[in-house]
């Protein structure tokens, strides 16, 4: 790889800057030890009980009572890092808590992937994709929100490892020395295990390496590569394995884990050895290898295909965004964007970005490529353009056509791969990469807001295609027609700072730039806040004691671990869903006060906080007994938002098996000899 340029050396550090800047914006109004998103509590508490016990418990029996949530089932690096990171840290700046190292991560992972991606394009295509790229992805409001100070969540740490394994498995497909290739290729699988340990979504990323494999596979006729590929799937296949009790008997989200994370890369595995024996033992085979790679990919796709139609009713409770279940859908994050969310967080970039990958077939293909932007434009309509096009023609039929052209762009690019002529295609796998990646991500966003953070890397690759193949014609026309003075360099660096400031500024309105600072402040604010729940929260800290066990609304789950230091029985890590229905048909519309009572003791529950309009007042139409102690507040019970009561429970109320039925046959089994 080239040395960097002066100016690389000034513009990348002053991108990296802006973004770290933007992000750590409205800190200041974050109340004490709070964080802008509840999941954010979770990866604290985490990191809390490693930082004091150095490692988590095989169950944590502060949740998720009387049975404790099975961290076997959890992939839990997130928390490690927070933990460890604070530890070294503490031992030059003790000042500094673990709530600061959580607080600050999302920022600091977002600025180090954003680096290193910009740093690899600066050696592939150049400074001007690279500067474009980088100030694009620090200004988008999509690629902000989930990477604030105070968001606290894993998406920014995710996205960093899903960046660090993409480009360093291109860059090993590039390396021209087989020592910096195979450094390159173990490195990669090392990320590969790293983010395959840290989030059970992560397999989408690995879909994108997978993808330029196959290509590979399919357009070369030798077996080039194939101990490097090996070797990276020995990275973190086995060892994800062994690691985590998740990818060897996973169940509930993490049941089909080692199907769609370390079975595609095993099968892909598999076909590139099957093609090599067939090879040598028919001879008849080596003049048609790639229509034998070709029917090795249709057979492998047939039978995924088949597992995922036998498969797809255990999705329902397992997989998002196909999850419909009650729980899920009453989660924001999870419902489809309208288009002017899409206004909202990328401006004109969603449609650029989009342009940008139409062109790309163009580009590489020529004619041969035209189908495939056919589709991709298509995509990119059925995607972003969904509601107005859902009232036309209806959600159901307009999924149809999804799918299917879903189904088109992934056969087109098998079809291209195994048409094109025998060569090494270096300069095909960035585009193939990252349009693979526009197509995994957006098509999850297209259902769920939750994944439209990880969209902004093609958006802004695709964005930067578009301006640089303007910048072509611009730079031409002007040379041509005024025969101009200035150097190429200069020409082009001033081309490309206005055509920036089109895309940044103009127009006013939709421009996404306006929104950059008000994603970091506004987008989202720190929970509980300064609120009576908050109150409540301090209240229980310090007057109730350690082993107490509140039952709130989900919610509340994690933050009241932390804040209020109490344990609970629901959270919202949504572990066991049907116990949050259960929660709900047995005390807040409970009949009785004795089957409220009953669940309660079966969960070993010994105080109730409900929140709401005077839900003393609601709460078994405010007809309740002794059994229900007032503890907080003390001063006009009844007319508060916030209501705490003590449980004392009367003789005659016993436990039954029915208030803690899971829907998941592993747990229930297991929770058999609880009740008796």
């Given at each position: 790889?080239?040395?960097?340029?002066?100016?690389?050396?000034?513009l990348?550090?002053?991108?990296?800057?802006?973004?770290?800047?933007?992000?750590?914006?409205?800190?200041?109004?974050?109340s004490?030890?709070?964080?802008?998103?509840?999941d954010?509590?979770?990866?604290?508490?985490?990191?809390?009980?490693?930082?004091?016990?150095?490692?988590?418990?095989?169950?944590?029996?502060?949740?998720?009572?009387?049975?404790?949530?099975?961290?076997?089932?959890?992939?839990?690096?997130?928390?490690?890092?927070l933990?460890?990171?604070?530890?070294?840290?503490?031992?030059?700046?003790?000042?500094?808590?673990?709530?600061?190292?959580?607080?600050?991560m999302?920022?600091?992972?977002?600025?180090?992937?954003?680096?290193?991606?910009?740093?690899?394009?600066?050696h592939?295509?150049?400074?001007?994709c690279?500067?474009?790229?980088?100030?694009?992805?620090?200004?988008?409001?999509?690629?902000?929100?989930?990477?604030?100070?105070?968001?606290?969540?894993?998406?920014?740490?995710?996205?960093?490892?899903?960046?660090?394994?993409v480009?360093?498995?291109?860059?090993?497909?590039?390396?021209?020395?087989p020592?910096?290739?195979?450094?390159?290729?173990?490195?990669?699988?090392?990320?590969?295990?790293?983010?395959?340990?840290?989030?059970?979504?992560?397999?989408?990323?690995?879909?994108?390496?997978?993808?330029?494999?196959?290509?590979?596979?399919?357009?070369?006729?030798?077996?080039?590569?194939f101990?490097?590929?090996?070797?990276?799937?020995l990275?973190?296949?086995?060892?994800?394995?062994?690691?985590?009790?998740?990818?060897?008997?996973?169940?509930?989200f993490?049941?089909?884990?080692t199907?769609?994370?370390?079975?595609?890369?095993?099968?892909?595995?598999?076909?590139?050895?099957?093609?090599?024996?067939?090879m040598?033992?028919?001879?008849?085979?080596?003049?048609?290898?790639?229509?034998?790679?070709?029917?090795?990919?249709?057979?492998?796709?047939?039978?995924?295909?088949?597992?995922?139609?036998?498969?797809?009713?255990?999705?329902?409770?397992?997989?998002?965004?196909?999850?419909?279940?009650?729980?899920?859908?009453?989660?924001?994050e999870?419902?489809a964007p309208?288009?002017?969310?899409?206004?909202?967080?990328?401006?004109?970039?969603?449609?650029?970005?989009?342009?940008?990958?139409v062109?790309?077939?163009?580009?590489?293909?020529?004619?041969?490529?035209?189908?495939?932007?056919?589709?991709?434009?298509?995509?990119?309509?059925?995607?972003?353009?969904?509601?107005?096009?859902?009232?036309?023609?209806?959600e159901?039929?307009?999924?149809?056509?999804?799918?299917?052209?879903?189904?088109?762009?992934?056969?087109?690019?098998?079809?291209?791969a195994?048409?094109?002529?025998?060569?090494?295609?270096?300069?095909?796998?960035?585009?193939?990469?990252?349009?693979?990646?526009?197509?995994?991500?957006?098509?999850?966003?297209?259902?769920?807001?939750?994944?439209?953070?990880?969209?902004?890397?093609?958006?802004?690759?695709?964005?930067?295609?578009?301006?640089?193949?303007?910048?072509?014609?611009?730079?031409k026309?002007?040379?041509?027609?005024?025969?101009?003075?200035?150097?190429?360099?200069?020409?082009?660096?001033?081309?490309?700072?206005?055509?920036?400031?089109?895309?940044?500024?103009?127009?006013?309105?939709?421009?996404?730039?306006?929104?950059?600072?008000?994603?970091?402040?506004?987008?989202?604010?720190?929970?509980?806040?300064?609120?009576?729940?908050?109150?409540?929260?301090?209240?229980?800290?310090?007057?109730?004691?350690?082993?107490?066990?509140?039952?709130?609304?989900?919610?509340?789950?994690?933050?009241?671990?932390?804040?209020?230091?109490?344990?609970?029985?629901?959270?919202?890590?949504?572990?066991?869903?049907?116990?949050?229905?259960?929660?709900?048909r047995?005390?807040?519309?409970?009949?009785?006060?004795?089957?409220?009572?009953?669940?309660?003791?079966?969960?070993?529950a010994?105080?109730?906080?409900?929140?709401?309009?005077?839900?003393?007042?609601?709460?078994?139409?405010?007809?309740?007994?002794?059994?229900?102690?007032?503890?907080?507040?003390?001063?006009?019970?009844?007319?508060?938002?916030?209501n705490?009561?003590?449980?004392?429970?009367?003789?005659?109320?016993?436990?039954?098996?029915?208030y803690?039925?899971?829907?998941?046959d592993?747990?229930?089994?297991?929770?058999?000899?609880?009740?008796?």
């Open positions: 790889m080239s040395k960097l340029s002066v100016s690389a050396w000034l990348i550090p002053s991108i990296l800057i802006l973004a770290f800047w933007i992000r750590v914006q409205g800190t200041e109004g974050l004490d030890k709070q964080f802008t998103e509840t954010a509590y979770f990866y604290y508490w985490q990191a809390h009980l490693i930082s004091e016990h150095s490692r988590l418990p095989t169950r944590d029996m502060h949740r998720w009572l009387p049975l404790g949530r099975d961290l076997g089932q959890t992939l839990n690096l997130y928390g490690y890092v933990a460890y990171t604070h530890r070294a840290i503490a031992v030059v700046f003790p000042k500094i808590s673990l709530y600061d190292v959580t607080l600050y999302p920022p600091i992972c977002f600025c180090i992937g954003l680096s290193a991606f910009c740093l690899f394009l600066y592939t295509n150049g400074i001007f690279s500067v474009t790229v980088g100030l694009l992805l620090a200004t988008l409001p999509g690629s902000i929100e989930r990477a604030t100070a105070g968001f606290g969540d894993r998406d920014a740490f995710c996205l960093m490892l899903g960046i660090l394994a480009i360093t498995y291109l860059a090993s497909l590039q390396a021209q020395k020592c910096l290739r195979l450094l390159w290729t173990l490195l990669s699988g090392v990320i590969v295990f790293l983010g395959g340990i840290s989030w059970e979504g992560f397999g989408v990323f690995l879909s994108v390496i997978i993808v330029v494999e196959l290509w590979r596979f399919l357009a070369s006729e030798t077996q080039e590569g101990h490097f590929y090996f070797l990276w799937m990275c973190f296949v086995p060892t994800l394995y062994l690691a985590s009790p998740a990818y060897r008997n996973g169940y509930g993490a049941e089909h884990l199907a769609f994370v370390l079975v595609p890369p095993v099968v892909l595995l598999w076909i590139r050895a099957i093609r090599f024996l067939l040598e033992k028919v001879s008849v085979l080596r003049q048609h290898t790639r229509s034998l790679s070709l029917g090795l990919t249709i057979a492998s796709l047939a039978l995924a295909s088949t597992f995922v139609l036998v498969q797809y009713s255990t999705f329902d409770n397992t997989t998002v965004p196909l999850s419909q279940n009650a729980v899920m859908q009453t989660m924001t999870l419902k309208h288009f002017w969310y899409w206004i909202a967080r990328y401006g004109s970039i969603f449609v650029l970005g989009s342009l940008g990958f062109l790309m077939p163009f580009i590489l293909w020529k004619k041969q490529g035209s189908f495939l932007s056919i589709l991709i434009a298509l995509f990119a309509v059925f995607s972003f353009f969904r509601e107005p096009l859902d009232k036309v023609w209806g159901p039929f307009g999924n149809a056509l999804f799918g299917v052209v879903i189904m088109m762009c992934l056969l087109t690019l098998i079809f291209l195994w048409k094109r002529k025998n060569t090494d295609g270096t300069s095909e796998f960035i585009p193939i990469a990252f349009t693979v990646w526009f197509i995994v991500w957006v098509a999850l966003s297209r259902d769920a807001k939750r994944y439209d953070f990880f969209i902004g890397i093609a958006l802004a690759f695709g964005t930067a295609t578009v301006i640089q193949s303007l910048l072509r014609i611009v730079v026309k002007i040379t041509v027609n005024t025969k101009s003075l200035l150097s190429p360099t200069i020409l082009k660096s001033g081309v490309t700072a206005l055509l920036l400031i089109l895309v940044m500024f103009f127009p006013p309105y939709f421009a996404h730039t306006y929104r950059s600072v008000y994603a970091a402040t506004g987008m989202r604010k720190s929970t509980p806040g300064r609120t009576p729940v908050a109150e409540t929260f301090c209240w229980m800290n310090s007057n109730l004691p350690r082993d107490a066990i509140v039952a709130a609304h989900w919610r509340y789950g994690s933050q009241l671990n932390v804040i209020a230091g109490v344990k609970t029985i629901t959270d919202q890590d949504t572990y066991l869903q049907h116990w949050i229905h259960l929660y709900y047995h005390v807040i519309y409970a009949e009785t006060e004795r089957e409220a009572l009953e669940f309660l003791k079966t969960h070993g010994t105080h109730l906080m409900l929140v709401g309009q005077s839900p003393a007042k609601y709460f078994l139409s405010g007809q309740i007994s002794d059994a229900f102690v007032p503890v907080y507040p003390i001063e006009n019970f009844a007319d508060t938002t916030v705490v009561w003590e449980i004392h429970y009367p003789p005659d109320i016993q436990t039954h098996p029915k803690l039925k899971t829907d998941i592993e747990i229930d089994r297991h929770l058999e000899w609880k009740i008796k």
